[in-house]
Structure formats: structure tokens, C-alpha cells
């Protein structure tokens, strides 16, 4: 499978304040990643898809200029949560899919954000 | 659009008994069935899947059956171990080229020892 690498793995920031999260694809190039929220004991909820080259795209509900996701690189996708407020506080994950369109997605170790 | 319930949601078992979580799918043109693992503060971890072409698949302790009239697949896990406490997702999608997951709401496992 796919190795995903997130960072940073936790995060606390004060409210108002932006907040970068990597997503890198180890093992192999991605031209599209996916970007993941959760909140405690909840499921998985997709909130955008990171394209290579091109713009993101997003879930509805989710704000596209709240959160601004980046693939500059095929191996490598940034989410940017701006103007945090508390209720941004959650848990985000990566995942990238695996070789060969077979539907697989692997997932990064997350990461926590929580705003003060 | 697909809805995937997964049940149940808590499951307690003994050390060494097996424990099975369900999940049915409302879209029929889902053919691809993933389940994850996650343990507490860390990612979903893709245990096991199968495709809707075959009716079983297992891997050591860890066997998925799939009903597709039905419209529902389940985990099974044999002889537990602490170590399997974790939240299981089972999820849904097209398969190939789709990257779309439906996600169950999970199913927190417990082994007591």
C-alpha cells in the first residue's frame, strides 16, 4: 500500500490565526489526494479533492476559502485552514489513492488541530 | 447518493472469541468494500476489502463476506486479541477510478483480556 506522511501531527493556535497541513505522498506520485475531517467518535467526512496542477474540489458545505488546499507537486498537497475559530478544532486526514485506479485509498496518521 | 449503516456500534468480546460487524449499502452500482482500522489518535488503516465479483475473501484472522442482493458485507474476526481494539469503518464505492468512500459510522471493538 501507499505511504502517507502528515505534519504536523498536532497543532494549537489561537483563534484568527492560519494553519498549514502537509500531506506527502511517499512511495509514489499522486496526481489526486484527498482531504478528510473528523470529529470525535464521528466517521470519515470528505471535504475536498487535491488535484495536481489544478484547482481543488470541494464538498459541498465546505468552504472553499476557508480552507485552501495546494498540490503544487505529485507527491505533495498542503490544507490550510484560515482564519481558524474554535469550532475549525478536529481531526484531518489525508489519503492518497493507491496504484493502478483499483479504488484503494490509503490514509495518512492525521492531523489534530485544535484552536483556542 | 450512497448511505452506508454499519452496526453495530459498540462491540465488547472476551479475549480469543470472534467478533463480526455488519454493514449494508443502499447503492447498487457500489462494487468495491473496504474496511479500516483506527486506533485512537492515528489514521485509518486499510485492513481488508473485497470486490463485488467475489462473495469472501480472508487474510489470517480477518475474513469479509459479501451478500450483493443483499446489499451487505461484514467483518469477521476470529480469536481476538487485545490488540485488535480499535474503531472499525467499513466503507462503499464504485471501485475502479472512483475514489469516492461512503463511510459506515464505525464500530468501536473492545477485547477485554
Known amino acids: 500500500g501507499a505511504v502517507v506522511s502528515q505534519h504536523p501531527s498536532w497543532v494549537i493556535c489561537k483563534s484568527g490565526t492560519s494553519v498549514k497541513i502537509e500531506c506527502r505522498s511517499l512511495?509514489?506520485?499522486?496526481?489526486?489526494m484527498f482531504w478528510y475531517r473528523q470529529f470525535p467518535k464521528q466517521s470519515l467526512m470528505l471535504m475536498a479533492t487535491s488535484n495536481e496542477g489544478s484547482k481543488a474540489t470541494y464538498e459541498q458545505g465546505v468552504e472553499k476559502d476557508k480552507f485552501l488546499i495546494n498540490h503544487a507537486s505529485l507527491t505533495l498537497s498542503t490544507l490550510t485552514v484560515t482564519s481558524a475559530h474554535p469550532e475549525d478544532s478536529s481531526f484531518y486526514i489525508c489519503?492518497?489513492?493507491?496504484?493502478?485506479?483499483?479504488?484503494?485509498?490509503?490514509f495518512g496518521e492525521g492531523s489534530r488541530l485544535t484552536v483556542l | 447518493g450512497e448511505n452506508v449503516e454499519q452496526h453495530p456500534s459498540t462491540l465488547s468480546v472476551q479475549e480469543g472469541d470472534s467478533a463480526v460487524i455488519k454493514c449494508t449499502y443502499s447503492d447498487s452500482a457500489s462494487n468495491y468494500f473496504p474496511w479500516y482500522k483506527q486506533e485512537l489518535g492515528k489514521g485509518p488503516q486499510l485492513i481488508i476489502d473485497?470486490?463485488?465479483?467475489?462473495g469472501e475473501k480472508k487474510d489470517q484472522r480477518i475474513a469479509v463476506t459479501l451478500n450483493k442482493t443483499a446489499k451487505h458485507f461484514s467483518l469477521h474476526i476470529t480469536e481476538t486479541q487485545p490488540e485488535d481494539s480499535a474503531v472499525y469503518f467499513c466503507?462503499?464505492?464504485?471501485?475502479?477510478?472512483?475514489?469516492?468512500?461512503?463511510f459506515g459510522k464505525g464500530t468501536k471493538l473492545s477485547v477485554i483480556p
Open positions: 489519503s492518497v489513492p493507491g496504484q493502478g485506479f483499483t479504488g484503494e485509498l490509503f
Open positions: 512511495d509514489f506520485q499522486a496526481t489526486t
Open positions: 473485497i470486490r463485488s465479483n467475489v
Open positions: 466503507a462503499a464505492s464504485e471501485g475502479a477510478g472512483s475514489y469516492q468512500l461512503t
